[in-house]
């Protein structure tokens, strides 16, 4: 298994450092929480079907960092004999898990409220005021937490040469990629929830409410199904990226004893940690013994970065041509 060592590969979703993720989680929960205790007084006050909406969303974001902080945490277990690669893959089960409860407890709750307010013809109005103020104060305790995973993400993606909304899709710490779309969302919630009550206040028309509330729910509604697909995707094995395999071709090319690498196969098995296979040509020509000898001191060898979690590596068969992208 790997030795950990403070330099590891340079490349796409290899970078960022486990701790920093569970400050962005821990930073967006307790904002979260606030907001939402704060949405729900107003929404109680107002009667406002968005700030219905908005209260929806910040508990179910709530919860989700919960979920989160679960993911992160049984990630992080080591490997043991049932799981040779470590439990990486878990952080994926939790954050899809976490996805799958911001459509149901946010888009679902949100669009249900807002059609039946329209059905029902509400034309309540409550004191407003008071969800201007917590909308202003959820602005910016949202703004705090998108900057903690901004600052993260942005850092992460100048390390793999990267444009930020790029590597949002493509970091495989799916915690951070989670607070960064909760959090965006949240900005663009409460943009549309204070739209549906200052139109409902200017027309005294209660269907910009309910659009209003309609609309935070088809939003988180996108958000879910774009995190659940990324989720997705790393549960059932992500490949590393080109750039990924080109940087571990290098690597595996400048080891001492290497003459060739044939083929390469990189795949995730948890936030910034990877499987690797591999068959090379050896320089030499030693009998099977020392072959044998030589491949498994290579594999310790790249074993010792630190996002390489298992390499396996093979002698290459004769029909197989050189490769630096495969």
């Known amino acids: 298994m ?6 590891g590969l340079r490349g796409a979703g290899a970078h960022g450092d486990a701790s920093e993720s569970t400050r962005t989680v821990l930073v967006a929960l307790g904002a979260n929480a606030a907001v939402a205790v704060a949405k729900t007084v107003a929404a109680v006050v107002s009667g406002s079907a968005s700030m219905i909406a908005e209260a929806a969303h910040s508990w179910a974001d709530t919860g989700n960092e919960v979920f989160l902080l679960i993911a992160d945490r049984r990630s992080r277990r080591p490997p043991d004999a049932r799981h040779p690669l470590g439990h990486g893959r878990e952080a994926y089960v939790w954050s899809l898990l976490a996805a799958v409860g911001l459509f149901v407890v946010g888009a679902v709750v949100s669009v249900w409220h807002g059609v039946t307010d329209i059905v029902h013809e509400d034309t309540s109005r409550g004191d407003y005021r008071v969800a201007y103020l917590v909308l202003g104060i959820a602005l910016f305790m949202e703004a705090i937490s998108l900057r903690q995973a901004v600052r993260q993400l942005r850092d992460e993606a100048n390390a793999a040469h990267r444009d930020l909304l790029e590597h949002v899709l493509a970091t495989s710490d799916p915690t951070v ?20 009550i200052a139109l409902h206040q200017l027309t005294g028309n209660a269907l910009w409410d309910s659009l209003g509330s309609i609309l935070i729910g ?13 989720n997705r995707r790393f549960i059932t094995g992500e490949p590393g990226s080109d750039e990924l395999r080109e940087a571990i071709v290098a690597r595996i090319k400048a080891l001492p004893d290497v003459a060739a690498v044939r083929f390469v196969r990189l795949i995730y098995v948890g936030p910034r940690l990877l499987f690797l296979v591999a068959s090379v ?32 590596l093979t002698i290459a068969d004769p029909d197989e041509r050189e490769s630096s992208d495969s």
């Open 2 to 7: 790997a030795v950990r060592r403070k330099r």
């Open 218 to 230: 088809i939003l988180l509604g996108v958000i879910a199904v774009v995190l659940i697909d990324r």
């Open 177 to 196: 990629r989670a607070v960064f779309a909760e959090d965006s969302g949240a900005l663009i919630g409460i943009a549309l929830a204070f739209g549906g």
């Open 281 to 312: 040509d050896l320089a030499g020509d030693d009998p099977e013994s020392r072959v044998a000898k030589k491949l498994r001191r290579l594999e310790r060898e790249l074993e010792s970065d630190p996002h390489i979690v298992d390499a396996v």
